[in-house]
């Protein structure tokens, strides 16, 4: 099992606009199972949080981010990383899990993300707390694509083709805010993100 702690720190006046997260991993995942563990987060967190603003703030951010970075990604991954095209949002901000030391707990919103599933098995997700607003699903969302972005540079090829995967899902098959989606849209971004890399001649 891995296991991934996020807590999302009370904002600060200097940068009011950045949401500040800090990320502890316990345990690692393989470099090929961290698009599947983000893409099973993204379609159940939008599930979660319904219709709403937030879950279109939260697909608006990722899919304006996925078209721009799309035309990039057979770019060397240094280029593309200091043009800045691997910040999928300035409203993020990551921070040392320490950083809140003598800020109250309960001004800090900790969730954990736990990945289960034998060798060889597609893992499952489990995020606690089980109820938790809309904004926090979307820090939630956009943080785990940012830790992932930064640590893996597949991940961070992979992932522009998987979101966008998941807008033709949406717009052609079923709403983010449907059961069939938090099942299906997973499996599909999958499919339409391997067909891709096949046909541009780069199997991912």
Avoid: C
Avoid at 113 to 131: C, H, K, N, Q, Y
Avoid at 136 to 144: S, T
Avoid at 173 to 183: G, K, Q, W
């Amino acid at each position: 099992m891995v296991t991934f702690t996020l807590k999302l720190h009370p904002r600060v006046p200097e940068t009011e606009a950045r949401q500040r997260v800090s990320v502890l991993a316990d345990g690692e995942l393989p470099e090929y199972g961290q698009v599947w563990v983000w893409d099973m987060l993204y379609a159940q967190q939008l599930f979660a949080m319904g219709e709403g603003a937030s879950a279109d703030e939260t697909r608006e951010a990722l899919e304006l981010w996925a078209v721009n970075m799309s035309s990039k990604i057979f770019q060397p991954h240094d280029h593309i990383r200091l043009k800045g095209h691997l910040q999928i949002t300035d409203d993020l901000q990551f921070v040392a899990p320490e950083v809140s030391e003598g800020v109250s707990e309960g001004s800090i919103q900790a969730i954990t993300l736990r990945v289960e599933g034998a060798g060889g098995e597609l893992p499952s997700i489990r995020v606690s707390p089980d109820i938790l607003p809309s904004d926090a699903r979307h820090w939630l969302i956009l943080a785990v694509a940012q830790y992932f972005v930064d640590q893996n540079p597949l991940f961070a090829r992979e992932l522009p083709i998987h979101v966008l995967a998941f807008r033709k899902y949406h717009a052609d098959i079923n709403r983010p805010e449907t059961a069939a989606a938090a099942e299906e849209a997973p499996f599909f971004a999958i499919q339409k993100a391997m067909e891709y890399f096949q046909s541009a001649g780069h199997a991912g």
